[in-house]
């Protein structure tokens, strides 16, 4: 078949029977675990009988396929296990119970995940999608096997998919590019990334695939002559030149990285170079260098397309060199050099640290290689940390996507991180307490700011200072999860401690004017009531509460001390009705309008829309960071906008989930001819759409025309150009305009 031949690289092994399975594992698994696997499969057949796939085929070759693609990368005994049983809580009446008291916890575990992992739905809606990312972070936080399930699972379900109804192959092959595939290259194993790309581009766009899948047959005998040519003078020339010896094989890249690669130059496939790549595999690393050289005297070098991946392995930990030469017919081809290790460990990557060894026992990566998937661990940390879906999804895609640079310590060490980071994520993948004091860094001598961009091969040593706290704006400034996941932590303690600290004041004022002690009514039968009916743990707590308003001195003072008249608040002292005053506008700037604007998904920030433009959602709209009061909102296209300080510009966005419960005040001027009858028509459009009318005023001129002026509650500019448009249908009116103070 065209489309599949392209995908090659892939072991594909569709076992048919148990004995086949079997085959597969007597490669690396001893006889005692073959026997559980065996028993895996009876249990699942079992379970799974009289079930049928789309194909027609039974139920029980879905979970043999998986288990086979495990056995592909040598996965252990309880993985595999894993993938025959995977379907089965889920699918039949087998419970947990069941599959523990048969194959014990870790399966049971395993298991577990992947079921839970099958109950999500990464398509609805964007933060549904956040939200379950998250879950299948963490599932896969606790062990990496469940994952490993998951992908396999996919991968038969995406080869299979032909089955499917084409709404149904759309939504799982956008979903399997979207999630698996990234997910599959973050953990290094490639021969399964590049299989579910090419299965999810022939099904998300099966037009763009056969056009390319033609036109890369077109000249396939053609290229496959030329390919056997470079792989025959890679062995003779090299063979001549050195006395180490290596394997070499070519291929052409895989369909969707053509794709890619003409999509991001945009060119057509004839105008894509280098879709050729070479593989020379050696035995050490010292060998890896002695071919590229011998390769470069070859071949003249493209300048520029030389990466070492050896000294500065990906993320993901990928090793290999890779140079793009002109070979043979002056055409580009790619050539990468590692050692046979490092070949195993990028076709399956962090499978390749699960596999059984012989005589031990696969227990997990190693220390070694744990510290080298350490995002893994940040991101459940980051999962801890978060509360916005929408701002978890926001990291974890910024990890799992984003192509990565690297920097030098002061010591030489290297540092690896995404594209656009700054000294800033530099000094928090250091050391917590360097992040939150660092005041500015030296890339390669020179002082920068903390905004500075990084770029692959700076040395970067972090100055700070004692004084130097985090702010909210540094979150504009990172790009890695961890240092985000790390000043929002330290900006919500710090706000939390500035509103216990004024809270406690306040109340101890209060209390001390009515006079009695705060400290005395901190205990006892009402105090727990008082904590009960707000969902305190603590005192601290209550005071948290007050000093953010919600809660005031006067209500504490009257469950606390009952029978007291609390003093009004007028005879309470200047400073503290200054401060009561202050938080409580603070309060309610929050209620009406803050939680409207969300920056980078927090949504608690004091907010204050500009009166020059009277921005509402739906408008194009741009923050300025004010002095002491917050984020002034103002209109994209606002005259005063391109006034203000640039660099105290953020992105602020309309916050989605705010749709429809809040409202803004519009000021909608019309003009018409002056005709009986036409302001109740007006008025009758706002109220049929259930529209407030705060203000409305009608002047005439003297040539016998009406202009009216609404001040009307507005949700968003859909409702607005509804009512606009409603009002224009009106006979008799003129004109009809959003009116702000400066038009
Ligand atoms: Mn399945």
């Keep these: 078949m065209l489309e599949t031949s392209y995908i090659d690289s892939i072991t594909k092994t569709e076992p048919q029977s148990l004995e086949d399975l079997l085959e597969l594992l007597k490669a ?26 789309r194909s027609g085929e039974a139920y029980i070759f879905h979970p043999l396929g998986v288990a086979a693609i495990l056995a592909d990368l040598r996965l252990d005994v309880s993985t595999i296990a ?22 014990g916890p870790v399966v049971a575990q395993l298991v577990d995940g992947v079921t839970k992992i099958s109950k999500m739905s990464f398509r609805n809606t964007h933060e549904k999608q956040g939200e379950n990312i998250r879950k299948m972070i963490v599932a896969m936080g606790k062990d990496v096997r469940v994952i490993l399930v998951k992908l396999a699972d996919r991968l038969h379900n995406m080869r299979t998919l032909g089955h499917m109804p084409p709404d149904k192959q759309l939504r799982i092959a956008e979903e399997t590019l979207d999630i698996y595939a990234p997910l599959a290259s973050r953990l290094g194993i490639s021969s399964m990334k590049v299989e579910l790309e090419d299965l999810s581009f022939r099904f998300s766009q099966p037009e763009s695939y056969y056009a390319l899948a033609q036109k890369v047959a077109g000249n396939r005998r053609e290229r496959e002559k030329y390919i ?14 050195s006395k180490i010896s290596f394997d070499v094989s070519g291929r052409p890249k895989h369909l969707h990285s053509i794709h890619r690669k003409m999509l991001a130059s945009n060119v057509d496939y004839e105008q894509v170079y280098d879709v050729l790549a070479f593989r020379v595999c050696v035995s050490t690393i010292p060998e890896c260098y002695e071919i590229l050289g011998h390769v470069h005297s070859l071949w003249k070098p493209i300048p520029g397309r030389f990466k070492d991946f050896i ?89 799992l996507f984003d192509s990565e640079i690297y920097v030098f310590t002061p010591k030489g060490e290297v540092k690896e991180f995404p594209e656009g980071a700054t000294p800033l994520d530099f000094a928090y993948s250091i ?11 030296r890339v390669n001598g020179r002082l920068v700011p903390l905004k ?37 932590a330290h900006v919500k303690a710090e706000q939390r401690k500035r509103a216990l600290e004024v809270g406690k004041e306040l109340l101890e004022k209060s209390f001390r004017k009515n006079g009695t002690s705060l400290q005395k009514h901190l205990q006892g039968p009402l105090f727990d009531k008082l904590l009960k009916d707000h969902g ?37 002292s200047e400073e503290a009705s200054f401060l009561q005053r202050a938080f ?9 309008s803050s939680s409207l604007i969300t920056v980078d998904g927090m949504d608690d920030m004091l907010v204050r829309f500009a009166r020059c433009c009277n921005p509402i959602p739906g408008d194009p709209v741009v923050g300025f960071i004010t002095r002491g009061r917050g984020i002034a909102i103002h209109r994209a296209d606002c005259d005063k906008a391109f006034e203000l300080d640039q660099d105290r510009r953020i992105d602020v966005e309309w916050n989605s989930q705010q749709k429809g419960e809040a409202s803004r005040m519009v000021r909608v001027r019309v003009v018409s001819q002056d005709i009986a009858g036409l302001l109740r028509n007006m008025t009758e459009v706002f109220s049929s759409s259930g529209i407030n009318i705060h203000n409305a005023q009608v002047k005439t001129t003297r040539d016998g025309k009406a202009i009216s002026v609404f001040d009307v509650s507005i949700r968003d500019t859909i409702q607005l150009n509804q009512v606009i448009s409603s009002l224009m249908k009106i006979k008799g009116v003129i004109g009809v305009t959003r009116v702000t103070p400066t038009t």
Excluded at 336 to 346: D, K, P, S, Y
Excluded at 543 to 562: A, D, H, K
């Design 452 to 488: 500075h961009r990084l770029v692959n091969g700076d040395t970067v040593e972090v100055i700070t200072s004692k004084t130097q706290q985090p702010s909210k704006d540094w979150l504009k400034i990172c790009v890695t999860t961890r240092a985000k996941s790390k000043i929002r």
């Design 82 to 103: 894993t993938g025959l049983l995977h379907d089965t809580v889920e699918d039949t009446s087998v419970t947990l119970e069941d599959v523990e008291k048969d194959f």
């Design 311 to 399: 000294a500065m392995p990906k993320a993901n930990n990928y090793q290999s060199l890779h140079t793009t030469v002109i070979g043979p017919n002056a055409e580009r081809i790619e050539i990468q050099i590692r050692t046979h290790e490092m070949h195993l460990v990028a076709e399956r990557g962090i499978a390749a640290h699960w596999a059984y060894k012989e005589g031990a026992e696969a227990s997990g990566p190693n220390k070694e290689v744990a510290d080298k998937f350490n995002w893994l661990r940040d991101l459940v940390a980051m999962h801890q940390q978060t509360n916005s879906s929408d701002e978890f999804l926001e990291n974890v895609k910024s990890d």
């Design 28 to 53: 690396y698994l001893p006889d005692k675990d073959l026997k559980l696997v065996a028993k895996a499969y009876e249990f699942s057949e079992r379970a799974h009988t009289g079930q049928v796939r």
């Design 431 to 441: 050391h917590t307490d360097v992040g939150n004091h660092t005041v500015a860094a």
């Design 536 to 572: 305190c743990n603590s005192a601290e707590d209550v005071f948290v509460l007050v000093g953010y308003g919600t809660l005031t001195p006067q209500q504490i003072l009257q469950v606390l001390v009952p029978g007291i008249k609390p003093e009004s608040q007028g005879s309470g």
């Design 584 to 592: 409580k506008a603070v309060v309610d700037r929050k209620k009406k």
């Design 228 to 241: 056997e040519d470079v792989i025959r003078l890679l062995y003779q020339e090299l063979g001549k030149r």
